[in-house]
């Protein structure tokens, strides 16, 4: 249905980001969102970043849909599956930048690029919000 969606009509995609540390929110906007069909395994195309979280979306770009049971990330060809050992479906490549559907454990998902944030640690995220906008 994403699919199907995001090619039939004009969207762009927003993120909402809420930081574990202080509760501070942070906002990524992209003004290209394009989810491919199964035939594809639903690669992502996204462009076009603003906002103030950093820009962690460009490197999953290009990237195939993974799940645990359909391993389509980058990182199979050392045998390892992203989604299923983080948990969560996503665009993984090898693995990820931002990990908004993460599982894999209670520190919460991350997001790569904050501007008051250096190691994978500072990056993690109490709350996300992720919202497609019509043009």
Not at 67 to 75: E, F, G, H, I
Not at 91 to 98: A, D, K, L, N
Not at 103 to 131: A, E, K, T
Request: hydrophobic share 35%; glycine share 12%.
């Amino acid at each position: 249905m994403l699919s199907w969606l995001t090619m039939n009509g004009d969207f762009k995609l927003k993120f909402d980001l809420q930081k574990r540390t202080n509760g501070k929110w942070y906002h990524a906007e992209y003004c290209t969102f394009r989810v491919l069909s199964e035939k594809y395994n639903y690669q992502l195309l996204v462009a076009g970043y603003s906002g103030d979280a950093g820009d962690s979306m460009a490197y999953h770009n290009g990237a195939m849909f993974s799940t645990y049971d359909r391993d389509n990330d980058l990182a199979k060809e050392t045998n390892f599956n992203c989604a299923a050992f983080f948990g969560g479906g996503f665009w993984h490549r090898g693995c990820y930048e931002s990990g908004v559907n993460s599982g894999l454990d209670n520190d919460g998902f991350v997001w790569h690029g904050l501007p008051d944030g250096i190691d994978m640690r500072m990056s993690h995220m109490r709350m996300s919000r992720m919202w497609l906008l019509c043009k």
